[in-house]
C-alpha cells in the first residue's frame, strides 16, 4: 500500500482514481437528469479543495450551464477553525438562477451554510448542493446535501484537490491519516 509523508504526516490509500472517477461519474448522470429542463444553471465551485472535482465533473456534464469560482478557508493544519472566511467572493449575478454549489468535502457544514446565505442574499432562486466527499457524523447543519459523490468516516484525508497545509492537492487518489 502506497504511504505518502506530507510535513511530519503519514497517509495512505484510501480511495482510488478509479473509485473517484465512478462516484463522478455517477453524481453527473443524475444531475444531468435533474436538471436537463432548467435554463442554464451555474456550477459554484469552491476553491481550493474543489478545483479537480469540478474539472472531472463539468467533463461530465451534457446540460447548457454556466461556472464561477469563489474562494472560502476554514482550516488551520488537520482542523476546521470554525470561521468562513471569504477570500475570493461572488463576481456573478445569480438573482432568479439555479445555483449548484460544488464542494470538495462537507463536514461540519459551516463552509455550506456560509455559501447558502451569501447565495440567498444575492437572490439566488434554487440552491443545490453538490460534495465529492461527505461525512454524515460530522454534519451539523440543515441544509440539504443534494449530490454527495462518496460518504466517507470523520477522517482526515487529502488527495485529488484536498490538501494538508496547501500539500498533496495533487495526487490522483484519496489518501487517509495513518496513525
Known amino acids: 500500500m502506497e504511504v505518502i509523508k506530507l510535513h511530519d504526516k503519514n497517509f495512505k490509500v484510501c480511495m482510488t482514481a478509479r473509485q473517484i472517477d465512478e462516484a463522478v461519474d455517477n453524481v453527473a448522470k443524475k444531475i444531468n437528469s435533474d436538471l436537463k429542463d432548467v435554463d442554464v ?30 474562494k472560502l478557508a476554514s482550516y488551520d493544519g488537520t482542523s476546521s477553525t470554525g470561521e468562513v472566511k471569504q477570500i475570493m467572493g461572488l463576481n456573478k449575478s445569480v438573482k432568479g438562477r439555479t445555483v449548484i454549489v460544488i464542494e470538495d468535502i462537507v463536514e461540519t457544514g459551516n463552509t455550506i451554510e456560509e455559501m ?50 496547501q500539500l498533496g492537492r495533487q495526487y490522483k487518489d484519496i489518501y487517509v491519516l495513518d496513525e
Open 41 to 70: 444553471p451555474i456550477f459554484l465551485s469552491v476553491l481550493n479543495g474543489s478545483f479537480m472535482f469540478t474539472a472531472d465533473l463539468m467533463r461530465k456534464i451534457e446540460i447548457k450551464s454556466d461556472i464561477v469560482f469563489v
Open 116 to 165: 447558502y446565505r451569501i447565495l440567498k442574499e444575492a437572490g439566488a432562486e434554487e440552491i443545490k448542493i453538490c460534495t465529492l466527499l461527505f461525512k454524515p457524523n460530522a454534519y451539523r447543519k440543515d441544509i440539504k446535501i443534494d449530490y454527495a459523490a462518496l460518504q466517507i468516516p470523520n477522517d482526515f484525508i487529502v488527495g485529488y484537490g484536498l490538501d494538508y497545509d
